[in-house]
């Protein structure tokens, strides 16, 4: 049976390609202290969270990417505005199974303690959903923290160069000249790409090397994703590129805002929009959580996050 969860995650993202195209996957506001955090606690969302809160952001135009419950809002004597609308987030929950019995129990510790054989247990993942209100929708909150502007005195460049110089462990890059292909060949691991004169701009640039840089987070020295890891093309289906790609493509994005560089590519060819919308369709929910999962996986390993 399908999980309904799952089910509106691949709902989700299939509205936000097709309203909003590539931008869908775009940090709501440039610099690395403005990403979605829990407003009580302070820690950071993380996985899919990350796209769903930046996109709030975006449509309602919040100042602050902080967010909790309702219940953790009353909790701190804090009020939710009356007739204000929630967003959802998604967290694993991790029970463990005791596949001898079919129970579940909170712990292998548990488990253990009620007699259960430790060769018994698997750990069983399900994804749930909250509800969450910006402090926008809270009637008195004062911000956790300050939402960061970029510098503009810094070159927007040298802000993405920050970046590719900060991902630590990182392939070789070859940058060469005259030539109009970018790849990245995880046998040598190797990203290959055109020097920045051959693009129109910056954006397109940066962009580009990002998207051959988030491919090198699956080599098997790193995040190790099958999809790159595995050095049998022959053996790779469709599906396996088309994952790869949301990865890849998303975490582009990701970057591209985080190192504040213009909106200069938007449109990005409807025919390339909507190729992502048929592949995201025709993959399974679990499919389409995992690849957001691990985009934003890949984007904090080159961030050394």
């Given at each position: 049976?399908?999980?309904n969860v799952q089910?509106k995650v ?8 097709k309203k909003d195209?590539?931008?869908w ?9 403005n990403?979605p ?13 990350v796209?769903?809160l930046n996109?709030?952001?975006?449509i ?5 990417n902080?967010w909790?419950?309702?219940?953790a809002?009353k909790k ?10 929630s967003?959802p987030?998604?967290?694993?929950n ?6 001898e ?7 292998v ?9 430790a ?18 929708q809270?009637?008195e909150?004062?911000p956790k923290r300050?939402?960061?502007e970029?510098?503009k005195?810094?070159?927007p460049v ?5 970046i590719v110089?900060g ?6 890059i070859n940058?060469v ?5 970018a790849?990245?060949?995880?046998s040598?691991d190797?990203?290959?790409?055109p020097v920045?004169?051959?693009?129109v701009d910056?954006t397109?640039?940066y962009?580009?090397l ?7 987070t699956?080599h ?10 595995t050095t049998?093309v022959l ?5 396996d590129y088309?994952?790869?790609e949301?990865v890849a493509?998303?975490g582009?994005m ?5 190192a504040?560089?213009?909106d200069t590519?938007e ?9 992502w919308v048929?592949?995201?369709?025709e993959?399974k929910?679990?499919a389409?959580?995992?690849a957001?999962v ?8 080159i961030l050394?996050?």
């Amino acid at each position: 049976m399908k999980s309904n969860v799952q089910q509106k995650v691949k709902e989700a993202l299939l509205e936000g390609l097709k309203k909003d195209g590539l931008k869908w996957f775009k940090p709501w506001k440039g610099g690395l202290g403005n990403n979605p955090i829990n407003h009580i606690t302070g820690r950071a969302y993380t996985g899919l969270n990350v796209f769903f809160l930046n996109s709030e952001m975006r449509i309602c135009g919040y100042e602050h990417n902080e967010w909790l419950t309702f219940n953790a809002a009353k909790k701190a004597g804090l009020r939710v505005t009356k007739g204000s609308k929630s967003t959802p987030v998604y967290f694993f929950n991790v029970s463990i199974l005791d596949i001898e019995n079919g129970k579940f129990y909170k712990s292998v510790q548990a488990a253990l303690d009620a007699g259960a054989d430790a060769d018994k247990l698997r750990k069983v993942f399900a994804l749930k959903e909250y509800k969450v209100f910006n402090i926008a929708q809270l009637d008195e909150a004062t911000p956790k923290r300050v939402a960061t502007e970029l510098d503009k005195s810094n070159d927007p460049v040298e802000s993405a160069e920050d970046i590719v110089k900060g991902y630590k462990g990182a392939p070789k890059i070859n940058l060469v000249s005259g030539s109009d292909e970018a790849y990245y060949m995880p046998s040598r691991d190797l990203v290959v790409c055109p020097v920045i004169d051959q693009f129109v701009d910056a954006t397109a640039y940066y962009k580009t090397l990002f998207h051959e840089l988030v491919h090198s987070t699956g080599h098997e020295s790193r995040l190790n994703r099958k999809e790159v890891a595995t050095t049998d093309v022959l053996n790779k289906t469709r599906a396996d590129y088309a994952f790869e790609e949301l990865v890849a493509e998303s975490g582009a994005m990701m970057l591209t805002g985080h190192a504040g560089l213009p909106d200069t590519h938007e449109e990005n060819s409807q025919a390339y929009i909507n190729g992502w919308v048929k592949a995201v369709q025709e993959a399974k929910e679990t499919a389409v959580v995992t690849a957001l999962v691990r985009s934003s996986k890949a984007v904090a390993h080159i961030l050394g996050e």
